[in-house]
């Protein structure tokens, strides 16, 4: 499985920008998708995940600003992100999880500056 991100960039704060990432390879139908962060000198976190369904978890700091949603036929999930703040500057990974593996993609910067 491979994954492909895109769409990150440099925005002033309280604009807006969306993430995608396409996967390519066998996917199953039990595939969790999400979108994952990294700011510089700490560690990895989720941002947000999305089952095959439709149902998400997000984390609490991002709750009301971001939107993760999937399109299963061209096996891509998204990342909207609204009302972005400084501290939301970091390289945002794309994920897979399936079958206990974890797939990563390359990661895209985001700086959030006036």
């Known amino acids: 499985v491979q994954l492909q991100a895109s769409g990150g960039g440099s925005v002033q704060p309280g604009g807006s920008l969306r993430l995608a990432c396409t996967a390519s390879g066998p996917i199953f139908s039990s595939a969790v998708m999400g979108w994952y962060r990294q700011a510089p000198g700490k560690k990895r976190d989720m941002v947000a995940q999305i089952l095959r369904v439709g149902a998400a978890i997000y984390a609490d700091s991002v709750k009301g600003r971001f939107t993760i949603s999937r399109d299963n036929a061209k096996n891509a999930v998204y990342l909207q992100m609204d009302s972005l703040k400084p501290e939301d500057t970091a390289v945002y990974y794309c994920?897979?999880?399936?079958?206990?593996?974890?797939?990563w993609g390359q990661g895209t910067l985001v700086t959030v500056s006036s």
């Open positions: 994920n897979l999880l399936q079958r206990g593996s974890d797939f």
